[in-house]
């Protein structure tokens, strides 16, 4: 199987009762077996239950992990894109909130392709990447959206455990629009494909500062 990701020989890694896995030996994403993919109006299904409220606290609090350190680095004004926002935008009010203007796009709910005829400050993807069927060509368009010198902050759950008995316990794969999935590894060979300076801040977030042009 080629990896989705860096196009090298990925081997299977488990099964469960749902899907395949695969596991890169080079950029070490693990990736469920493109067979097993929904449909388009399936996993819009899914989405469409997701309860993402603005004026929830819990909410708010979630995406904070991601809004504080990304706000601590950026300055007023700045313009950013909220890729992937969902059904009930709210990170972007969060960072508004901070004096940044912002943009949004998601598939399903923002379709407005012209917001990613832009390059941004920063851009923010939060449970997004870990949905990419085609993650190579998806983290390039992400990269993209992305000034030089400019933030991308990312939040997905990492593979902290390598263990395949930990993988196969791990909720966070049961969710059938979960897709592709980071170890550590995956994320390093993420910011030296891409020219990016990493900082891994927990288990769930992650921000990345796109190089300058050399």
């Given at each position: 199987?080629?990896?989705?990701?860096?196009?090298?020989?990925?081997?299977?890694?488990?099964?469960?009762?749902?899907?395949?896995?695969?596991?890169?030996?080079?950029?070490?994403?693990?990736?469920?077996?493109?067979?097993?993919?929904?449909?388009?109006?399936?996993?819009?299904?899914?989405?469409?239950?997701?309860?993402?409220?603005?004026?929830?606290?819990?909410y708010?609090?979630?995406?904070?992990?991601?809004?504080?350190?990304?706000?601590?680095?950026?300055?007023?004004?700045?313009?950013?894109l909220?890729?992937?926002?969902?059904?009930?935008?709210?990170?972007?009010?969060?960072?508004?909130?901070?004096?940044?203007?912002?943009?949004?796009?998601?598939?399903?709910?923002?379709?407005?392709?012209?917001?990613?005829?832009?390059?941004?400050?920063?851009?923010?993807?939060?449970?997004?990447?870990?949905?990419?069927?085609?993650?190579?060509?998806?983290w390039?368009?992400?990269?993209?959206?992305v000034?030089?010198?400019?933030?991308?902050?990312?939040?997905?759950?990492?593979?902290?455990?390598?263990?395949?008995?930990?993988?196969?316990?791990?909720?966070?794969?049961?969710?059938?629009?979960?897709?592709?999935?980071?170890?550590?590894?995956?994320?390093?060979?993420?910011?030296?494909?891409?020219?990016?300076?990493?900082?891994?801040?927990?288990?769930?977030?992650?921000?990345?500062?796109?190089?300058?042009?050399?």
């Amino acid at each position: 199987m080629q990896c989705t990701l860096c196009s090298s020989t990925a081997v299977e890694y488990c099964r469960d009762r749902k899907r395949r896995y695969f596991r890169c030996g080079s950029c070490d994403l693990v990736f469920a077996d493109p067979q097993s993919r929904l449909t388009a109006a399936d996993e819009k299904v899914i989405y469409d239950f997701h309860e993402n409220d603005p004026n929830d606290p819990g909410y708010r609090r979630f995406l904070a992990q991601l809004s504080t350190p990304l706000i601590e680095r950026l300055s007023p004004g700045m313009r950013g894109l909220d890729f992937g926002c969902g059904p009930g935008p709210t990170l972007n009010l969060l960072l508004e909130e901070q004096g940044m203007s912002m943009d949004l796009y998601d598939l399903y709910y923002f379709p407005d392709k012209s917001t990613l005829q832009s390059q941004y400050d920063f851009v923010t993807a939060t449970e997004v990447v870990e949905h990419f069927r085609q993650p190579a060509e998806s983290w390039r368009e992400l990269v993209e959206l992305v000034k030089p010198d400019g933030w991308l902050g990312v939040m997905t759950a990492l593979m902290n455990k390598a263990g395949i008995a930990e993988f196969k316990n791990w909720h966070y794969k049961n969710d059938l629009t979960h897709v592709s999935f980071y170890s550590p590894q995956t994320i390093a060979w993420l910011a030296h494909a891409f020219k990016l300076d990493c900082h891994v801040l927990s288990e769930r977030v992650v921000l990345f500062k796109r190089r300058r042009f050399e």
